[in-house]
């Protein structure tokens, strides 16, 4: 390609656009948002704005575009960028046999919070916003899942609580957006959509929105229980963290420079339960399903989507495998999550009718091992304390009760205390990245990892004779990754040796 036929997005037009990247069809100027979105990173790119750039093609009715914002001070810029380039970013999407890319023009602004955040409480407080949406990872809720609580102490919850003007948390800006709403009575009404991997993700951010009005202004409390709905939703497309790959793709296939250009896998899949305060896209056009309990859906993908990349991903990594990929077709690993999913995960499954989970089991497999993404084995381990707590413990809990072989799940605990040794089989270093535990906290506890484990939340002062045995099972699973090494320590135990 030679330069002069290189063009930013930003100056792209319906006109200039490449007919290979597929510029929206419909007229972006005539877009107005009725969505803000909190939480721009890849997967919102590669999920929700697809569904409604997507649905205004489909229906010509504009008024769902997105106003994209962002509260992180990392994610300045990012946004920043996205923002010069008015919202526009190229999507691949990609498995063995397609690759598709596409300019999505869903993003109507783009908006870092930090920098004014005033213009932020008032976009979140137009009236024509109906839904608010959030990807802000298990750790934007600020709530601790075991004990199912609001973390009022959280020095950035405190701070929200005296500092008005200048937020830090998602609950600081939506307190005084909603202060404004409930002025309009029935006319603020609005829908708060999570659209993370937590949980009743729904509920969650219900109940911890709702513990911080009560310190922050409990008056509040009565409007939003009856303007505001909180639906539960599962959401699902593996994308892998952006990086320069993607861009360089779309450059040499399109000539055309993007900054915020993502891929992701060609699966997608968004279930929410149809519970809309003030209206909502008739998103079933577009192949989103609605229902009146996700729950079964969202247990499903977590405990054997989310579950296996994390019973792959840890010892997958101390293997050597940068690449899930990769790491899935390593006929050990393979067997070891699907063993994981058939005899461990499924059997704690409710059946779904639409869904069946044998076929569901075959097909993650595949997507697991789809060359052309090549997730990253440090994105799926990245944060791994508090994913474990979230898809595992649940399953472990009832593998427990049902009295099941625990031989798996130990091994898995195993190999991540292991993995925060940030060293792999080959004496290698493995990059690591933990929100949950400091620094501090993983050198602390070098010569005693089991002790990260046997906290209130997951092992307790005094664990009953069940988790006794399974830290048991740990610790000797631990003591044999470190003598033998990960992989040939699973080899054998998988041979049964
Ligand atoms: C991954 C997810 O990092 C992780 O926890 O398991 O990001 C996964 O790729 C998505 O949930 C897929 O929908």
Sequence with gaps: MSQSNVLAIAELTADTCPPALHWPAYNRSDVVPGIAHIGVGGFHRAHQALYLDDYMARTGELNWGICGIGIRPADKGFLDTLARQHGLYTLTEKDDDVIRDRVIGSLTDVLFAPDDPQRVVDTLAQPGIRIISTTITEGGYLYDFEQ?????????????????????TIYGYLWQALEARSKLGAGGAVTLLSCDNVPHNGDVFRKALLSFLEQADATLCDWVSSQVSFPNSMVDRITPAPGVADQQAVLKRHGVVDPCAVGAETFIQWVIEDNFKAGRPALEQVGVQFTSDVSPYETAKLRLLNGSHLMMGFIGYLAGYTRVDNAIKDPVILQLVEDYMTLDAAPT?????????DAYQRQLIERFGNSKIADQQQRICSDGYAKLKNYLMPVLADVMAAGGDTSRLSLLFASFLKYLDGVNDAGEPMPIIEFNLSEAQREASSADRLSLLKVDALFGERPDDNRTRFLEDVASHLAGIRSRGAYVYLQRMMQGG
């Design 349 to 357: 499954l409710t059946p779904i009718a639409d869904m069946p989970l």
């Design 148 to 168: 199912q609580r609001f973390f009022h102490d959280h020095p950035d919850v405190q701070h929200d609580l005296s500092n008005r003007e200048q937020p830090k």
